[in-house]
């Protein structure tokens, strides 16, 4: 996902923050299924939804928890009229996140309960009107917004199969996860849109897309349709600017792996974020087809498909295995497109973003002191700090090794959750080192190396002393590279860094007149001073 933060910071001023409170979940659930019947109409905001729900236990439960916004004060939030299983009637209450039914859950069995309920969404659904005035439904779930209109298990670590059967008036068309299954023409002017994912998903990324649309089909990358959902009006500018889906997508087939889902649907959207994962369906901002940066907006958001999507973070601490991998999953398509000077430019302004950043928030890139404001963990250590450590692996194993290791880690977690200390030990084992130290240094510890370098060129001895020092309170281990150079003479040293002095002495057959630090940009850190 990627953030544009006038909209966000004006959305959150909306929205309480402990509204996207989260913790792992504690109800028992492992949801295999969800069929979600939902009707929607022209003249109110209202919403109709039967919510076919199959679900196992990971152990026995005397009641069956689901998250399930309720009706508030201000009239939003939905109203549950019944609650059946085999055709029995359920009892069943409901606080303001909830829905509890008096039913047991039992180890080893499975579940099929049918919710019936409407209301008007507090949130997740976005209803309102386009740029150009057409009237509009947009799910909006990341990152635990879906259960404000949908019944669900709403945590990133519940994946099921999933489907929407969405009627709707028939001059509408309707987009979502997976294939299409049926589109049926009704009575009353209406139209039945059945869209079905036999991949497993997360909430976050389950989605309807429902408004006038303009689609261009711009045919099979191995196998997967590339199709682009565009507002009508904005047609010719919008095909044209998405246009560089086939081109991306391909990069990350052949450095990654297969496609993990269906098609790949770039769709034009009211989304608050500046782009939205949704696995197989993404989601782009509606000024996006405008925006000079959407080829990058849109690696970004196809690069999620198999990070964070397809191989999703177990818990929201570990968000850096989404955003991180995503970020600098699009520097190297654009290093792959551009050049390498291209990549050093990106790498050294997400150098000056994580640096300002760490200024403000001195905590680590894992973070669990966010889970009562998920949308604070939106920020320069899950995006640029992640993408920067991966860089940073890149340079240490090299560029085989990290690649294999990338195709490791998401052949063994595709289509599961995974941590931190997975990803670590799948490179350990790829690379055959012990990378305990770097991760915990660059993952676990907040900030980076600051540094403090004093250097001399002796004359008589022709010698350049050399004193680097950590100013930073806990010392990280690392290769720091320095250019000597006078003209066009140059000698590039490498220093082992791993307490806070070190001291060197080292012949050089010229007298240098300037130095330059890490010159090739392989490293996260900031200078304090250079004498």
């Known amino acids: 996902m990627k953030n544009l933060k006038s909209q966000f910071l004006l959305f959150l001023t909306i929205i309480s923050s402990s509204f996207f409170s989260a913790q792992l979940p504690t109800n028992g659930l492992d949801v295999k299924h969800y069929a979600f019947n939902i009707a929607l109409n022209d003249s109110t905001n209202v919403i109709k939804g039967k919510a076919i729900i199959t679900t196992a236990f990971t152990e026995n439960e005397n009641n069956i928890v689901f998250d399930f916004v309720n009706k508030n004060a201000d009239g939003k939030g939905m109203t549950v009229f019944s609650v059946t299983k085999n055709n029995e009637n359920l009892k069943f209450s409901k606080d303001a996140q909830h829905l509890i039914i008096n039913d047991k859950g039992i180890l080893g069995q499975e579940n099929t309960y049918t919710i019936n309920y409407e209301g008007i969404p507090a949130d997740g659904l976005i209803i309102g009107n386009t740029k150009n005035g057409d009237r509009s439904f947009f799910a909006d779930n ?35 996860n997976g294939r299409e299954i049926e589109e049926t023409n009704l009575s009353e002017n209406l139209k039945l849109t059945h869209w079905k994912s036999e991949v497993e998903l997360s909430t976050k990324i ?25 507002f009508p009006e904005d047609r010719d500018n919008g095909f044209k600017s998405y246009n560089y889906s086939k081109e991306i997508l391909k990069y990350f087939v052949k450095n990654i792996g297969a496609f993990p889902f269906e098609k790949l649907a770039n769709v034009q959207s009211k989304t608050i974020f500046g782009g939205l994962e949704n696995a197989g369906c993404i989601f782009y901002s509606e000024n996006s087809i405008n925006s000079k940066g959407v080829e990058s907006l849109m690696a970004h958001e196809t690069a999620h498909q198999w990070f964070g999507d397809n191989v999703t973070e177990k818990d929201w601490p570990h968000l850096w295995l989404s955003e991180g991998f995503a970020t600098y999953m699009t520097n190297l398509y654009l290093e792959y497109k551009y050049g390498k000077d291209s990549l050093n430019n990106l790498m050294k302004q997400q150098r000056i973003q994580v640096i300002s950043f760490s200024k403000k928030v001195k905590k680590p890139v894992v973070d669990s002191s966010e889970a009562d404001n998920l949308m604070n963990l939106l920020n320069a250590n899950s995006y640029q700090k992640g993408g920067w450590v991966l860089h940073i692996l890149r340079r240490k194993i090299g560029d085989d090794l990290f690649w294999k290791s990338v195709r490791t880690y998401y052949e063994t977690y595709k289509g599961k959750n995974a941590t931190t200390e997975d990803f670590e030990k799948v490179v350990e084992e790829v690379s ?47 290769p720091l590279s320095i250019a000597f150079k006078n003209g066009t003479e140059m000698v590039l040293k ?9 001291k060197e002495d080292f012949s050089v057959s010229f007298e240098p007149k300037e130095i330059m630090i890490d010159p090739n940009v392989d490293l996260l850190f900031e200078m304090d001073v250079i004498n």
């Open 142 to 176: 990341w990152p635990n917004r879906a259960h404000n209109w949908i019944t669900c298990n709403d945590h990133l670590s519940d994946k099921a199969t999933s489907e929407f059967l969405v009627t709707a008036p028939d001059h509408y068309q309707v987009v979502s």
């Open 206 to 230: 389950m989605a309807i897309g429902v408004t006038k649309f303009a689609v261009n089909n711009l045919g099979n990358v191995e196998g997967i349709p590339v199709s682009e959902w565009v």
């Open 432 to 478: 055959h080192q012990d990378l305990k130290t770097f991760f915990k240094q660059w993952l676990f510890t907040s900030g980076q190396p600051l540094l403090k370098i004093d250097w001399k060129y002796d004359q008589l001895t022709k010698k350049v002393g050399i004193n680097i020092e950590q100013k930073q309170i806990d010392f990280f281990e690392f």
């Open 494 to 502: 490498t220093f082992n860094i791993k307490n806070k002095l070190s």
